[in-house]
């Protein structure tokens, strides 16, 4: 049985409701004004029960003290991503945000299977990132998200593939492109591998294709009588061949 603390609950909740806190239940929001004359919405009635059980009592005060800290994180975290990474955020186009904002909705940019979806399926969709959006304090331009969001990516790359990062473990340049090409490729196929489940079924599967294995080594058998009706005694030079490479490779292709 899964066991949910207050707080793993109360985030889940604010997830699921976030948005609807403040509406809920006729409560208000009132606005206090700080010293720099910033204003801070608070709620009018934040001790009023949200949810309540045998374990835990939820006010709307719990929740929207999430939802707060939820919204301020990300809000100064992307200020900070959008300072430090002004040059890249500047240089995002209307195009990268639409295509990424298609893919966050939809998690895909494949036409053909956007177009499949039905009209309920592209609103639950929708719905689910724009709520996303809501809850990291985005809702009324979540393109500001999605160009940032495409700014870190497109600095990463640039990192991964400046060959000033070369002895970095996460480097991709050419160059670590090809030392992997080097390590994996081979020129030869030296062994083709089949699991059998014992040694009596490889045995049995070979005989279906008249092979057998004599002295290390894979051959054809070409007698007239069944393969099955010989014993191993019986197998010799007369009546098997040896195989070449070619023919190795296309009787195990068989297999």
């Keep these: 049985m899964r066991v949910y603390t207050k707080r793993l609950l109360v985030s889940f909740l604010t997830l699921l409701f976030g948005a609807t806190v ?59 991503d959008s300072d430090l990474l002004a040059t890249y955020f500047a240089a995002v186009t209307d195009e990268e945000i639409a295509e990424r904002t298609e893919k966050l909705i939809y998690g895909t940019n494949d036409q053909e299977i956007i177009n499949n979806l039905t009209d309920s399926e592209k609103a639950d969709f929708e719905k689910a990132f724009y709520d996303g959006m809501y809850m990291m304090g985005f809702a009324d331009n979540p393109e500001d998200y999605v160009r940032v969001v495409v700014a870190r990516e497109n ?40 699991r ?50 070619e023919e190795i490779l296309a009787k195990f292709i068989e297999l």
């Design 22 to 80: 403040v509406a809920c239940g006729g409560d208000t929001t009132t606005d206090v004004v700080t010293p720099n004359d910033s204003v801070i919405p608070e709620l009018s009635n934040p001790d009023k029960i949200f949810l309540e059980n045998d374990l835990y009592s939820i006010t709307y005060g719990d929740l929207y003290d999430v939802v707060k800290v939820n919204d301020g994180l990300n809000q100064l975290l992307m200020m900070v």
């Design 196 to 245: 059998f489940l014992s040694e009596a079924d490889a045995k049995s599967v070979m005989r279906l294709f008249n092979l057998v294995s004599k002295d290390g080594e894979l051959k054809l058998y070409t007698g007239i009588i069944p393969i099955d009706q010989v014993p191993s005694t019986g197998l010799n030079e007369t009546n098997t061949v040896s195989l070449t490479d």
């Design 155 to 194: 600095y990463a790359i640039d990192l991964m593939f400046s060959e000033d990062n070369i002895d970095e473990a996460w480097y991709a340049g050419p160059t670590a492109v090809a030392d992997y090409y080097a390590a994996q490729y081979n020129y030869d196929i030296n062994t083709i591998k089949i």
